[in-house]
């Protein structure tokens, strides 16, 4: 009652010091561990039935045992329990620690130990505790913990831990761990971000850990529900990101303790012997070693020994001469605890190899003279292949180091380093990856692994080492008009921050064309959804209009509130993913181009693609936030109608699907273009108010057309059935946008001499699909 009442103290204790600390209450005062071995009357070791010499995995040598006769004092008495359906497990008879093995060499028993843990839900309440672990206490308790092989634990983002005990050495000490985010979590560290460690003292009996959480994990819900605290074996555990949610499923970790005979000292054990009790190093070739860990000693085999020293003849001699560290040149022989070496004959020395070895005795012997030679000629024949090897290795690896550098340089790595520092802008959240890491990724560019191919290069599906999927794209080779679009993308996407836009992971560029990845989306294109109807289910109108809204809003975000506008330029049905939950990702940044805050316009070489082209921007190669929006009409246009941007399938006339749209409204047709699946939805206002939305973003003048940010507002309107209110998407009575006005646009000029007008051109010939 007294060693209990003292136990009870020292918890109330620790808990008051965390109430000061933390002023929380949430705490939960935890005994894990008291190792049990009272010492009773000695006994000797006999080789009865009823001594096992192995429980399941573990082996069970003397001293310990399972019965009478079996071990040398109580302490020492094991338990093996052979009733579970599992494998039988070792234990204490008054404790329900599992013994895991027993290392009679090193003194120390490895064995099984509680986690402590208190969990969460993400507003703060606590769901779960270790309150069913219950005290496991003897008296006189004699197998402390491992000060130099264990150490406290502390897993958690909110999490602080005290240990302490009374039996032994009476001590407190505490460790926090703390973050804000997964991302400042660095795997295999333990200096309190996350995880934080702290040393076990000597002579430590039992422990008590009082754990709690200064916030209750409420802004640290998502990753690290629960606060977890544990000694354990240092070498048996690695921190893990991963541990802030996974150490739910575990229940037991490894620690070590130190075990010894007795309270006595070898000297006193020694003396106490001759007077009848029992010294416990009971063959003649071991030697006796004090406890370094509490009182008692321990016993070993002497050199040139190995076995059981608490065992009489349990030290068997070893075979020195078979041991990978024997130091003979010449004859070996093995002695009892030692052994000799000597020279053949012919030879002299103490054929040794740290003394004078064995050398002939006759210089003048030809026989030995040839063996020398030859020895001398092999040996440096291997030096020689060997320090070939070595420079081999050396220059390859100095020549793949700077075909990286090359190719870094050649890929705009230097430029790519500038502009990110001209735009201010942080890489903290992108990965630069290796080309060794991509490449088992994606099975050296397996041809199964091809996502798609287009004119700027091709796309694979990868796997990286955490089972992470990714989408990785590799351009084409020896095209710097590619690099600059490689660059251009990872400059414009890392302006982004928009969960209707894809993500950009990270790039590589150090391999001969450059890479960029990005997030997996699951689901294909919008484009494949409307036009692959075999291939892919029906899209509702709901559908169809939850998709538009989001992209229009994505669009809406790139030029009005990204860090620097952003205009698209490539705006289709091509470039929208949807995910396994038709959530909209508007990706392929590779023409995108930033626009300077003093600026609304850029002059630059035409390029697009035939059909989604913005008329005006075609003409004068003057590029806005507006020809986004006429190419997101031509989206909208073919979600309503299902057919393609461009369809050799319809008259001359009315190929282009902008002008097959806007004569049709204009002839009062709409319903009779308009996908009869969505029609039969029976939405018609919507898709009249829709239809209105699609046909301003049409307008040939880019100033009477709508912003994005008009149309993705108007857009939420028609979702909440409030279909068009704003004046530009009525339909009026002289449309801006006329059938032969449209055709003039698209008509190529004679005087265009840029490179994109070149291509559409050659794209006018058939329909246009350049992968992108």
Same mark, same amino acid.
């Given at each position: 009652m007294k060693r209990e009442a003292q136990l009870n103290f020292q918890i109330d204790h620790q808990t008051k010091i965390l109430q000061r600390i933390m002023k929380a209450s949430h705490l939960l005062p935890w005994l894990t561990l008291l190792i049990l071995a009272t010492k009773s009357a000695y006994s000797q070791p006999t080789n009865g039935s009823t001594c096992l010499d192995r429980c399941g995995s573990v082996n069970i040598p003397y001293p310990f045992g399972t019965g009478p006769g079996c071990y040398h004092d109580e302490s020492f008495l094991v338990t093996c329990n052979a009733t579970t359906n599992s494998s039988p497990k070792l234990f204490f008879p008054t404790?329900?620690?599992?013994?895991?093995?027993?290392?009679?060499?090193?003194?120390?028993?490895?064995?099984?130990?509680?986690?402590?843990?208190?969990?969460?839900?993400?507003?703060?309440?606590? %769901?779960?505790?270790?309150?069913?672990?219950t005290r496991t206490m003897t008296t006189n308790s004699n197998f402390p913990l491992s000060a130099t092989r264990n150490k406290l634990a502390v897993v958690g983002c909110d999490s602080l831990a005290i240990i302490g005990g009374s039996e032994g050495r009476n001590y407190s000490a505490g460790c926090i761990s703390m973050c804000n985010q997964i991302n400042?979590? &660095?795997?295999?560290?333990?200096?309190?971000?996350?995880?934080?460690?702290?040393?076990?003292?000597?002579?430590?009996?039992?422990?008590?850990?009082?754990?709690?959480?200064?916030?209750?994990?409420?802004?640290?819900?998502?990753?690290?529900?629960?606060?977890?605290?544990?000694? &354990?074996?240092?070498?048996?555990?690695?921190?893990?990101?991963?541990?802030?949610?996974?150490?739910?499923?575990?229940? %037991?970790?490894?620690?070590?303790?130190?075990?010894?005979?007795?309270?006595?000292?070898?000297?006193?054990?020694?003396?106490?012997?001759?007077?009848?009790?029992?010294?416990?190093?009971?063959?003649?070739?071991?030697?006796?070693?004090?406890?370094?860990?509490?009182?008692?000693?321990?016993?070993?085999?002497?050199?040139?020994?190995?076995?059981?020293?608490?065992?009489?003849?349990?030290?068997?001699?070893?075979?020195?001469?078979?041991?990978?560290?024997?130091?003979?040149?010449?004859?070996? %022989?093995?002695?009892p605890g030692s052994f000799s070496c000597s020279c053949p004959k012919g030879f002299k020395g103490d054929g040794t190899?740290?003394?004078?070895?064995?050398?002939?005795?006759?210089s003048g012997n030809q026989s030995v003279l040839t063996i020398s030679i030859a020895l001398g000629v092999s040996i440096g024949l291997l030096l020689l292949l060997l320090a070939g090897s070595w420079t081999y290795w050396v220059l390859k690896k100095r020549k793949l180091m700077k075909l990286k550098e090359k190719f870094f340089q050649e890929n705009g790595g230097i430029l790519l380093q500038q502009q990110l520092v001209h735009q201010r802008s942080s890489s903290d959240t992108a990965k630069i990856f290796t080309a060794e890491q991509l490449k088992k990724a994606t099975n050296n560019y397996d041809q199964s692994r091809v996502l798609g191919q287009g004119g700027y290069g091709t796309v694979y599906k990868g796997l990286l080492l955490d089972n992470k999927v990714v989408a990785i794209k590799k351009s084409k080779i020896g095209s710097q008009s590619q690099i600059e679009q490689f660059i251009n993308e990872v400059i414009v996407l890392s302006q982004i921050n928009h969960r209707n836009v894809v993500k950009l992971l990270g790039c590589c560029l150090e391999t001969e064309v450059p890479l960029l990845v990005y997030e997996f989306i699951t689901n294909g294109t919008l484009a494949d959804h409307i036009h692959e109807k075999d291939k892919y289910s029906l899209l509702s109108w709901e559908m169809r209009l939850k998709i538009a809204t989001e992209t229009a809003g994505a669009i809406a975000y790139l030029h009005s509130s990204a860090s620097m506008p952003i205009i698209h330029r490539d705006i289709k049905?091509?470039?929208?993913?949807?995910?396994?939950?038709?959530? %909209?990702?508007?990706?392929?940044?590779?023409?995108?181009?930033?626009?300077? !805050?003093?600026?609304?316009?850029?002059?630059?070489? &035409?390029?697009?693609?035939?059909?989604?082209?913005?008329?005006?921007y075609f003409q004068t190669s003057q590029l806005t936030e507006k020809s986004d929006v006429y190419s997101f009409g031509i989206v909208l246009a073919e979600l309503l109608t299902g057919e393609m941007a461009v369809s050799f399938d319809r008259k001359e006339s009315v190929r282009n699907l902008a002008m097959y749209f806007?004569?049709?409204?204009?002839?009062?047709?709409?319903?009779?273009?308009?996908?009869?699946?969505?029609?039969?939805?029976?939405?018609?206002?919507?898709?009249?108010? &829709?239809?209105?939305?699609?046909?301003?973003?049409?307008?040939?003048?880019?100033?009477?057309?709508?912003?994005?940010?008009?149309?993705?507002?108007? !857009?939420?309107?028609?979702?909440?059935?409030?279909?068009?209110?704003?004046?530009?998407?009525?339909?009026?009575?002289?449309?801006? !946008?006329?059938?032969?006005?449209?055709?003039?646009?698209?008509?190529?000029?004679?005087?265009?001499?840029?490179?994109?007008?070149?291509?559409?051109?050659?794209?006018?010939?058939?329909?246009?699909?350049?992968?992108r």
């Open positions: 404790s329900n620690v599992s013994i895991l093995d027993i290392s009679i060499s090193k003194g120390e028993l490895r064995v099984e130990g509680p986690i402590a843990r208190n969990c969460y839900d993400r507003f703060g309440n606590q %769901t779960s505790n270790n309150s069913e672990i400042d979590v &660095v795997n295999g560290s333990c200096s309190g971000v996350g995880c934080c460690q702290m040393s076990i003292p000597e002579d430590v009996i039992d422990f008590v850990v009082s754990l709690g959480s200064l916030n209750d994990h409420k802004e640290v819900f998502e990753f690290n529900p629960c606060d977890y605290s544990f000694v &354990v074996e240092d070498e048996a555990y690695e921190f893990s990101s991963a541990d802030l949610k996974d150490l739910q499923k575990r229940e %037991t970790v490894p620690l070590i303790l130190d075990w010894s005979v007795g309270k006595s000292s070898c000297e006193e054990a020694q003396q106490n012997d001759k007077v009848g009790a029992v010294y416990a190093c009971r063959d003649s070739n071991s030697f006796c070693l004090n406890s370094t860990n509490g009182p008692g000693y321990r016993c070993n085999c002497s050199d040139g020994y190995q076995g059981n020293p608490y065992l009489i003849n349990g030290c068997q001699d070893i075979n020195d001469c078979d041991h990978s560290t024997n130091p003979c040149v010449g004859i070996c %022989t093995n002695l190899k740290n003394g004078t070895g064995c050398s002939p005795v006759d049905t091509a470039n929208i993913l949807l995910d396994e939950n038709y959530t %909209t990702k508007v990706a392929d940044f590779g023409a995108s181009r930033l626009v300077p !805050l003093d600026q609304t316009q850029l002059t630059t070489l &035409v390029q697009g693609t035939l059909g989604y082209l913005d008329p005006e806007i004569s049709s409204m204009k002839e009062g047709q709409l319903l009779q273009i308009l996908d009869e699946r969505v029609v039969n939805e029976g939405n018609i206002e919507q898709l009249k108010a &829709v239809a209105h939305v699609a046909k301003s973003c049409l307008r040939v003048n880019g100033e009477e057309r709508p912003t994005m940010k008009e149309v993705a507002s108007e !857009l939420e309107g028609v979702m909440r059935s409030k279909v068009g209110t704003h004046p530009w998407g009525q339909d009026d009575q002289n449309p801006s !946008l006329g059938v032969e006005e449209t055709e003039y646009l698209l008509r190529p000029s004679s005087t265009s001499t840029t490179e994109g007008f070149d291509s559409m051109n050659i794209q006018m010939l058939k329909p246009s699909d350049d992968g």
